[in-house]
């Protein structure tokens, strides 16, 4: 294989690759990047850990076909230090890389292994039925759940956020069984059916992709908001095309927790909250709170929430935010830090906050009318 490429967009397909190349399995090769021509001006570039993978193509100079599996981390630290501007890349029968800037004596070699031995990339079956999304909202649905994944790899039902698509509607779910959140937008003129469990590895990978696909459109709103996402669910497995870039995930085989269930069908007490205030004032509080539980008491009366914590190690701490609410005096514990993610992903001023009694769980919605909720569990503190 020979070939010349600029370096530019070299560096950006092989940092897309680190987060798929799995660099402490038993199996050397899935710490490779493939390297592998295809037609008279392309390279394909591609990684796997065996349940996730990611493949692109750049365009190149191509004097010689062929295919090598190079390590991921190496190959992207060495092209980090050429110069800008084109790279040559040759390899040798025995799968040892070639780098070498034109116009500098700068030169490197890598110990490869040769591409047949790559693991085959997943490709969707044909005719799978594809639905397309606007990278925005995927993009959102992400953005204001991600955060109450679990992080248990034991619980894989836990471990992965729901993908529903149901007629017009779009929903993301997700909960690590102290806290649920739930994001749904509608798109309008778009019918279809799908229902997907995405690992949490996945989730954070399609974040990445949203990201730069957006950046790729371009830094205005209007234009990123044009960008599309295909998806493509073929057996136990989906697949997400964008700008060029597919995306392919094992999807998880387990029963998401019948969330419907989990979320209060109302309230006996809706407090209205001064978003920005009510995150400051958990903030500075939690940091008195306990290491081990990160409780805090929301103690509400007449106009008033009083945040208070204690930690028999180092002390206490309170602040009072000012509120709409004129119900009966109520205290309930809960983690501090599940209220901030939450507040953090929201844009309003306010946010609504539905309680009942102190073992009863709380919901966060935004004021506006978007369409997203919180459930978090109370904590005995």
Known sequence: MELTLAKKDLVKLLSRMQGVAERKSTMPILANVLLAVEG??????????????????????????GSV?????????????????PIFMATQDNAAMTLKAQGTARRYTLRGMPGDDFPPIPLPAEGAPTLALDVAVLAKLIAKTHYSISTDETRAHLNSALFEWDGDLVRMVTTDGHRLSKM???VTGRQASATMLIPLKAIQELRRLCDEAAADTGKDAKDASKAEIQITQSGSSAFFQTGGTTFSVKLVDAQFPPY?????????????????AFSDALRAVSIAASERTGGVKLALTKGKMRISSESPDTGDGSDEVPIDYAGESITI?????????VLGGLEG?????????ELDPAVIRPASDEQFLAVIMPMRI
Do not use: C, W
């Open 40 to 65: 008279p001006n392309a390279l394909r570039v591609a990684a796997t850990d065996l349940y996730l993978s990611i493949a692109a193509k750049m365009s190149a100079e191509i004097s010689k076909g």
């Open 349 to 357: 001023d306010e946010v609504i906050l539905g309680l009942s009694g």
């Open 69 to 85: 599996a190079v390590s991921a981390k190496d190959l992207l630290e060495r092209v980090k230090m050429m110069p800008e501007g």
């Open 184 to 186: 749904e937008v509608r």
């Open 260 to 276: 419907s269930q989990v979320i209060p069908q109302s309230s006996d007490k809706k407090v209205h909250v001064p978003r920005g």
């Open 333 to 341: 514990g809960f983690n501090a830090r599940y209220f901030l993610d």
